[in-house]
C-alpha cells in the first residue's frame, strides 16, 4: 500500500514506514536509546529527502522522550537545576544548527552535511561504544579487574560561575552544562537527533553526575530541545511531514514494547556490543552510499520553493 508523503514529495509504502518505526522502537526498547540518530540515517535508505528526515526523525524522538520523563519524575531521578541549565544551553544550539542548516539547504549542500555528520559521529561514537562495551565484557570476566571511578574531579570543576545542583551532589561552574547543551542542541537541528547518545556520556564523563538521575536528567533536556527543533524546521522551511511522523510513531509504540521484552532477555554487556556494531554498520551504509560511484552520474530536479 502506497502512501504520498506530501512534503517529502515522494510516495512510499506504508508498511516499510511502519517496519522503520517498529524496528527502531524494538532497539530503542531494548538498548535504552531514543532511536533518533538511526531512524534518520533508515529513512535516508527508504528514499526520504536528507533534509526531510532530519526535521520530520526529531518528531518520534519527542514522542519517545516525553512518556520517559514524566516517569522519572514519579521516581524523582531528574535533576531539574541541572536541566534548565542543559536545556537553556539547547536552545541556543539548537537555533545555531537551524542558521546553519538552512544556509546549507540554500546552498544545496545540505544533503551532503547531514550525510557526513553521521559518518562522522555514528563512526566515532560506535567505535567509543565498542571498545567500552568489551571492557565491560572483560570486566565482568574478570572479578578482580580494577573498575573506572565515574565521579572524579577534573580541571573543569575549577571553572568559575558556580551553582549547586542538589539532585546531582555536585558544586560546579555553569559554562560546561551549557556549552554541552548547546552541542546538543546544534546535532539535533542538524541530524535530526535528540542528542542522548552524545549527552549521557558527557554528563556522566565529564560533569561527574551520579548515573541515577542521569538518564532522567537527560529525557528532560532532550524533551524540550526536540520539541524546539521541530517547530523551528517547520516554521522556518516547512520541512516537517507530519503523515510521515504518525507512522513511525505507530510503529515505534508498538516495536518498543517488543524490544523492551526482548531487551530483558539478553546481558548488558552483549546488548551494547550489539548496538555498537549496528551503529557502524549505518554509518558504513552511508559512507558506502557516498563514495559508491551512483548509476546515474546526473540528475535534474526541480528546487523546492520556501
Known sequence: ???????????????????????????????????????????????VPPAIAVATGVNQVVASSISGVLAHLKRKTVDLRMGMVLLIGG?????????????MQRLGQIDLIVQ???????????????????????RAKDPNARRRKLHVH????NLPMKMKFRASGLYISVFPPLVVGIGVGILAAVMGVGG??????????LL???????????????????AFTTMMHAVTNQSVDVLLALFLIIGGVVGAQIGTRVGLKLGAEQLRILLALLVLSVAGKIAFDLLWTPAELYSVTVPRQF
Open 116 to 138: 557526513l555528520s553521521y559518518v562522522i559521529f555514528l563512526g566515532i561514537i560506535g567505535a567509543l561504544m565498542f571498545q567500552e562495551a568489551l571492557r565491560a565484557l572483560m
Open 91 to 103: 536552545l541556543i544550539g539548537s537555533i545555531i544548527g537551524i542558521w546553519f542548516f538552512n544556509l
Open 154 to 157: 577534573t580541571w573543569v570543576h
Open 196 to 205: 542522548g547518545f552524545i549527552l549521557v556520556p558527557a554528563m556522566i564523563y
Open 208 to 226: 561527574g553526575m551520579p548515573t541515577k538521575v542521569v538518564i532522567g536528567t537527560s529525557l528532560f533536556q532532550v524533551t524540550f530541545v526536540a
Open 1 to 47: 500500500m502506497q502512501v504520498y508523503l506530501p512534503i517529502a514529495e515522494t510516495s512510499v509504502n506504508a508498511f516499510t514506514l511502519l517496519g522503520v518505526g517498529g524496528g527502531v522502537g524494538v532497539l530503542s526498547g531494548m538498548f535504552g536509546v531514543g532511536g533518533g540518530f538511526l531512524i534518520t540515517p533508515l529513512l535516508f535508505f527508504i528514499g
